[in-house]
């Protein structure tokens, strides 16, 4: 039931912003490859290693944060990623200081030369897709159902996801600490984390929310209506009464989230209750 485990981590997690930990560069590299699996779902680790002119090994080594790059790396780099001058000059600069950081003590002279720009103050990239991108709940859900493999190969085929999509989610998830790894299995995590611009969860909100209806019409039309309910009602009502609404649809979500966790958990189903107005707003 994603949908209504979203409002409780969004809540848990005070709408689950801020200032990101992570390097620029690799920042860039990450939210790079996420758009472009989103746009291919076959797109693949190895094609984005070619396009930044690397070998799938040394990408990988760059993303696990097992190797930095070299500013002739870096230049190869960048000529695979669509960045403005201003983006280039910070993906250089977070480069020079994670070289600094790990006492590199012959430093390239072009990284000496350049310019520091600091980074500027981001969402953290990961934060955003766990709240937009409706399969990392569904793999945070999937921990607690009986029969839960540690693999992302079984993961992307209980979902209908991409293995690489099934990797990503899990790096982020332990990454933002919404699930652990122990005895060798992953399990899920209620720890806390603080945040900042608050305004900035809109775009994931309603990317996630879109994502929901998305997959509730393709429900719709290809799952039997023993695995399903789609109800919907049509009414002439009194506007004033929208926020009261609110507190009952949570006050419900939360009965029947209760209700339907507490038997054994074998399958993720998401659950939604919608209310939308059908007629335009009267002109004053």
């Not at 709408?15 to 390097?23: N, P």
């Not at 799938?56 to 930095?68: A, F, M, N, T």
């Not at 500013?71 to 200081?97: H, N, V, W």
Request: proline share 4%; hydrophobic share 35%.
């Amino acid at each position: 039931m994603f949908q209504t485990y979203l409002r409780k981590i969004a809540s848990s997690l005070n709408i689950l912003f801020m200032q990101t930990k992570d390097s620029f560069y690799r920042q860039c590299l990450k939210e790079e490859l996420a758009k472009r699996c989103e746009r291919n779902p076959n797109y693949s680790l190895r094609a984005f290693s070619k396009a930044c002119n690397l070998s799938p090994g040394e990408l990988s080594q760059i993303l696990s944060e097992k190797r930095v790059p070299s500013y002739k790396c870096a230049k190869k780099i960048m000529r695979g990623l669509d960045l403005t001058p201003k983006e280039e000059t910070q993906f250089l600069s977070s480069l020079a200081d994670k070289h600094q950081r790990r006492g590199l003590k012959k430093l390239s002279r072009a990284f000496k030369d350049l310019k520091k720009v600091p980074a500027p103050k981001t969402i953290n990239i990961d934060l955003f897709r766990v709240i937009g991108d409706w399969y990392h709940y569904a793999v945070l859900m999937l921990t607690y159902t009986e029969g839960f493999k540690n693999d992302s190969k079984w993961i992307a085929s209980q979902l209908s996801i991409t293995e690489l999509e099934a990797k990503l989610a899990i790096e982020r998830l332990l990454k933002v600490g919404l699930i652990k790894e122990k005895n060798g299995t992953l399990i899920g995590t209620n720890e806390n984390i603080t945040t900042a611009d608050k305004h900035l969860t809109t775009p994931a909100l309603k990317r996630h929310t879109k994502q929901s209806l998305e997959k509730a019409i393709f429900s719709l039309e290809n799952d039997p209506i023993e695995d399903r309910s789609h109800t919907y009602m049509s009414m002439a009502i009194d506007p004033n009464k929208i926020n009261e609404a609110k507190k009952l649809i949570e006050e419900f979500t939360n009965k029947m989230s209760s209700y339907l966790e507490s038997g054994r958990r074998t399958r993720i189903y998401e659950f939604g209750v919608y209310l939308y107005p059908l007629q335009k707003k009267d002109l004053p």
